[in-house]
């Protein structure tokens, strides 16, 4: 039998993505490249049995995404008994549509001669313009209930498995009151040069996914010195403008009490949005349409009346580093930060070393005047507080900080206003380290809980002065550019941008972390510090994030 290896090919090695457009004979192409992972499509494996010089041209239209896959090879294996050549065209149809695998004739045809193409234009809303290196981009809006949107997405969403990890294509089946919870924003390039003038001079660079949750509020909050009181809501009176059935007027009556409700969208509730996929093409990467994507929709939903927060669901640590950069910088360009101070002093029985005594947080910030803020700015509740703490400590003389615990021998009692202020701001972070950690450090004698959390600090501290050197170069509270696994260059003209930039959000389950293991007969606790925005999604220790994806890749495959 045939060496099995010798008819084996590498998935990413073998699948060509392309984009292309009209050109003055035949369509050329304005980007190729391979996909991170093939592992949801092929296997954990990422191979493809019974072929040798195997080629996958996958191609998309750049501007409206008609996709097209063709298969080339040198040599196929000849079935043997029940081993056989992997069906490729077939693996694939449950990942593009039908229309993928028309002859390469025929699409290109399509391209070449296509009618629409030069007066095409993203469907939605046009929400952004902006340059960059003399090309100009544009970030379109537009609802998941628009036809339009949903084809463009059914076409291109095959790549959020090929390069965001654990990413999950949206079900497009779904009743239209679900679909209109999903936002999409697209952000495309507008061509200055076309090679054809059947051409659209319209060509995708990335897109993003959100999603409405809804949540509710009580009208009246409580006060925290009565007694805790459930808290009951109701549902506004109006029939749901997406309900299976039409509201009707009671033909007996003709009251004006009796009369059909007044439909009301779920658009007209308070909800929290949330980042569920975000990607920039390979081909548009390191040249900052992330942070531009990422602004746009900060801001579309800053200005957004019935938003109240904007989170991300199961973000990448190159993510991350984008969303520090742009929030931090809002902050700091809004105002915000400068409202926001550590107490300069305090008195010192507010640090009595007794048991039981509580960290004076209400006596080191105002915490009115911070929620608030958070409120306004409609950041998520860890982020915010990451943001703050970022900027308390960038206040904080770097000769300080960078001495560690070394100047705390006096605490709250120094005669230096510095001292004290790393005190105080260590004492913040404790407490919400803490906090988040609560159950795992029970579990701890006070000596080790001590010890736990001071190794966290000191983590908290080395990743905030990471960001802060790549924001503004000194970790003065100054913010230049950030990249999320390169340094920072300044071009000509003083723009910073990022030398690799973060373009890539995955979803699925936040990551919850605190998890014991044995270790040298002692028990190792591992304090989360990791940022999600869901506290009431925890439901135990999760498998990692590649783990759980492939599990789900196994399982929709069969196996």
Request: glycine share 6%; with cysteine.
């Amino acid at each position: 039998m045939a060496d099995q290896v010798d008819w084996s090919s590498n998935a990413n090695e073998a699948l060509h993505i392309s984009f292309v457009q009209a050109g003055q004979e035949t369509p050329v192409k304005l980007s190729t490249f391979h996909p991170k992972f093939t592992y949801p499509i092929f296997g954990e494996a990422e191979c493809i049995f019974g072929y040798q010089g195997l080629n996958i041209n996958l191609c998309f239209a750049a501007h409206d995404l008609l996709p097209n896959v063709a298969v080339t090879y040198d040599k196929k294996f000849k079935t043997v008994h029940d081993t056989k050549a992997q069906d490729i065209e077939e693996t694939l149809r449950a990942w593009i549509p039908e229309v993928s695998f028309e002859p390469i004739s025929e699409f290109d045809h399509k391209i070449q001669h296509a009618t629409t193409a030069k007066n095409w234009r993203p469907p939605g809303t046009l929400i952004e313009t902006y340059t960059r290196r003399a090309r100009t981009f544009e970030i379109w809006c537009a609802d998941l209930t628009d036809p339009a949107v949903r084809q463009l997405i059914d076409r291109i969403q095959i790549l959020v498995s090929l390069f965001i990890e654990g990413g999950t294509p949206i079900p497009l089946d779904d009743h239209d009151w679900s679909l209109a919870r999903w936002q999409i924003f697209f952000v495309y390039e507008t061509l200055s040069s076309l090679p054809s003038p059947t051409a659209s001079k319209y060509s995708l660079v990335g897109y993003c996914t959100t999603y409405r949750f809804t949540t509710y509020y009580p009208s009246v909050q409580p006060n925290p010195s009565q007694q805790k009181i459930p808290l009951t809501f109701s549902l506004p009176s109006e029939v749901l403008t997406s309900a299976e059935s039409t509201p009707r007027a009671n033909p007996a009556s003709t009251t004006e009490s009796n009369k059909a409700p007044t439909p009301f969208s779920l658009s007209n509730l308070p909800s929290r949005a949330r980042i569920s996929q975000f990607l920039i093409l390979p081909s548009h990467q390191s040249h900052s349409h992330g942070t531009h994507l990422y602004k746009a929709i900060y801001n579309h939903f800053l200005r957004s009346p019935t938003i109240i927060e904007l989170t991300v669901e199961d973000p990448n640590e190159a993510f991350d580093d984008l969303r520090d950069y742009c929030d931090y910088n809002h902050l700091l360009t809004n105002g915000t930060f400068p409202q926001i101070h550590l107490a300069a002093s305090l008195p010192a029985t507010l640090f009595r070393k007794k048991p039981g005594t509580r960290v004076p947080t209400a006596h080191l910030l105002n915490l009115p005047l911070l929620s608030t803020l958070r409120a306004t700015n409609k950041i998520a509740p860890r982020q915010w507080s990451r943001l703050v703490e970022m900027h308390l400590l960038s206040r904080i003389p770097p000769h300080v900080r960078s001495t560690g615990t070394a100047r705390l021998t006096q605490k709250a009692r120094s005669a230096h206003a510095d001292d004290r202020a790393w005190y105080y701001w260590r004492l913040v972070v404790k407490q919400r380290v803490y906090k988040r950690n609560r159950d795992v450090l029970a579990q701890l004698e006070r000596v080790e809980r001590v010890e736990k959390c001071e190794e966290t600090v000191g983590e908290v501290v080395g990743e905030y002065e990471r960001l802060l050197r790549r924001m503004g170069g000194r970790g003065d509270g100054g913010v230049g550019g950030v990249g999320g696994h390169g340094a920072v260059r300044e071009e000509e003209g003083g723009e910073l941008v990022e030398e690799r930039e973060e373009e890539e959000v995955g979803n699925g389950v936040l990551e919850e972390v605190g998890t014991q293991k044995r270790e040298r007969g002692k028990r190792k606790i591992v304090l989360e510090e990791g940022e999600d925005d869901d506290d009431d999604d925890d439901d135990g220790t999760p498998e990692p994030k590649r783990a759980r994806a492939r599990a789900r890749a196994r399982e929709s495959a069969g196996g």
